[in-house]
């Protein structure tokens, strides 16, 4: 007799853009004619450059040669694209071995899939709010009870507020798996060196392991920000890194990206060496590698002219970043994040709840934005706007709240 897996039914149905889209179909109902101006989804939107698809083209031009056909490939990815990603974090000060490196299809298959190599009896440490993957691939995983209010007994939620900068104090009591992410989706925070070294002394001395999400480290212009947390002293005794060309090269439908799984990082249990050995055995189990075209285009966005481009790219989603946050800021609104990050945390005005606001926005400035109670219990009282989409259509969403939301 089979039965399925019982946790996937803890999981809060998928809600939230779901019911923004279903509120945004009935206000066009109710207002036919109106367009509406999208200001919510964390999506790219511009081409992507001749650097990079120039390298897509070369990436199928080899396969129409017999001389230079490949079929399966390195099983943790092109080896070139792997020394290549080494030389970028030897950047940061980070010595990295290209076999340290684990090229995916993507940030979220890997910040999904990482808990699967961990005990089921981890305590698991989560920001609050938080990108919702953390929370439920836990849950599907079993590592936590039912959810009440909007939160899965178990998990221990570390509130990120305007009182600590959107920055998690140390969990009370003992974590084992903590789930980093900076810059942050949705608070557009960025985490400096001293708070990770905070969170890095504390992994090491309980011997926890930091699951570091750094998809958006490629819109960090202050340079005095850590753009990987092996620039922090011990983290790569302690620290899992994920990252992905989505959002540095406009990959979001091409697919790309890697985990940075040291031979260094230890835990309570572990022999030298086996979390990264027990990580390449999931991998080569359960995932077939990244397109052989595709890591030549993540080899050309790593190029010197590929990473020109993509900074030009970079700083035209930051023109919209400043864009959305003077207009709003203009209008006497509380926003944070959208210097570093592309996303602006907006404050609702008076304290309004999210998807009060979310229904005021859309019924008076016909902007449709993202509820940051989405995003976790603390996220209630917040308003994610996010910088990607065209600078027209930004500038015109912005004209249209400066005009006619009624504060
Ligand atoms: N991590 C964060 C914080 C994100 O916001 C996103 C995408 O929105 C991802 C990971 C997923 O990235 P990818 O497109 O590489 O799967």
């Not at 944070?336 to 859309?362: C, E, H, R």
Request: glycine share 12%; with cysteine; proline share 5%.
């Amino acid at each position: 007799m089979a039965t399925v897996n019982s946790n996937y039914r803890k999981l809060q149905a998928g809600y939230l853009f779901p019911e923004i889209g279903r509120r945004t179909r009935q206000f066009l109902a109710d207002n036919p004619g109106v367009q509406v101006m999208r200001l919510g989804i964390g999506n790219t939107t511009e081409p992507l450059t001749p650097t990079i698809i120039r390298g897509l083209h070369e990436g199928v031009e080899v396969l129409a040669q017999v001389e230079t056909y490949t079929g399966y490939g390195d099983e943790q990815g092109e080896t070139a694209l792997r020394e290549a990603l080494a030389r970028r974090y030897k950047g940061y000060g980070a010595e990295l071995d290209a076999d340290e490196f684990f090229v995916s299809d993507g940030a979220k298959p890997d910040t999904a899939n990482i808990q699967s190599i961990f005990g089921l009896d981890n305590v698991v440490a989560i920001q609050d709010p938080a990108y919702p993957v953390y929370v439920d691939s836990n849950v599907i995983a079993g590592r936590t009870g039912q959810g009440v209010n909007g939160q899965y007994e178990g998990l221990v939620y570390m509130p990120c507020t305007a009182e600590n900068g959107f920055f998690p104090d140390l969990p009370q009591g003992k974590v084992d798996l903590i789930y980093l992410c900076s810059p942050n989706n949705p608070t557009g925070a960025v985490a400096t060196h001293a708070q990770l070294k905070v969170f890095v002394d504390y992994a090491l001395a309980h011997k926890a392991i930091i699951i570091y999400d750094s998809a958006y480290a490629s819109f960090i212009s202050d340079p005095s920000l850590p753009r990987s947390i092996y620039e922090i002293e011990g983290a790569k005794k302690c620290a899992i890194e994920i990252n992905s060309f989505s959002k540095e090269g406009g990959f979001t439908g091409v697919r790309l990206g890697w985990a940075v799984v040291p031979k260094t990082v230890e835990c309570e249990n572990s022999e030298p060496g086996e979390i990264r050995r027990m990580w390449f055995r999931r991998q080569t189990t359960m995932f077939n590698g990244a397109s052989n075209i595709v890591q030549k285009g993540g080899l050309a966005i790593l190029s010197e002219a590929g990473q020109a481009e993509c900074r030009e790219v970079i700083g035209y989603y930051m023109r919209n970043a400043r864009a959305i946050r003077e207009g709003l800021e203009a209008l006497g609104l509380t926003c944070f994040g959208g210097v570093n990050a592309p996303y602006i945390w907006l404050q609702t005005p008076g304290g309004m709840a999210s998807w009060d606001f979310f229904d005021k926005l859309l019924r008076e400035a016909h902007v449709v934005g993202t509820p940051g109670s989405g995003f976790g219990p603390r996220g209630e009282g917040y308003f994610r706007l996010s910088a990607f989409g065209h600078h027209a259509d930004v500038l015109r969403a912005i004209e249209s709240i400066q005009k006619n939301l009624k504060l």
